[in-house]
């Protein structure tokens, strides 16, 4: 018998792909550069915003709520953040997208 996936874990598993397959489009200190560059919650933007109803984009604060569509709790888009671009005096060394979909993967199981 097969489960149910929520939209929430569709969205997430593939957010977890697409840090494993564009680590090198990664960028820190900012959603997205001039280039093709993207932060973690960046990149999960990209793959939530297709999903999205219009309903669910109305309102819609992509930087304060963009993990909420993927099941993260806000402390966890904060540390996704974090992790992307690296805080030494929170103790957080800058992580790769695989670093940061190996975490995600962690919270999840």
């Not at 929520?6 to 090198?24: A, C, F, H, M, N």
């Not at 953040?81 to 919270?107: C, M, P, Q, S």
Request: charged share 30%; proline share 2%; hydrophobic share 35%.
């Amino acid at each position: 018998m097969s489960r149910t996936v929520s939209k929430e874990e569709l969205v997430r598993l593939g957010w977890i792909t697409e840090l494993r397959r564009q680590g090198d489009r990664q960028c820190t200190n900012g959603a997205y550069t001039h280039d093709r560059l993207v932060c973690a919650l960046g990149l999960l933007r990209e793959v939530a915003l297709p999903r999205l109803s219009p309903e669910e984009r109305e309102g819609w604060d992509e930087v304060a709520d963009v993990g909420a569509f993927a099941g993260l709790s806000e402390n966890q888009s904060t540390e996704v953040t974090l992790r992307n671009d690296g805080d030494d005096e929170l103790g957080f060394h800058k992580h790769t997208f695989a670093e940061i979909a190996d975490v995600v993967e962690g919270w999840f199981k």
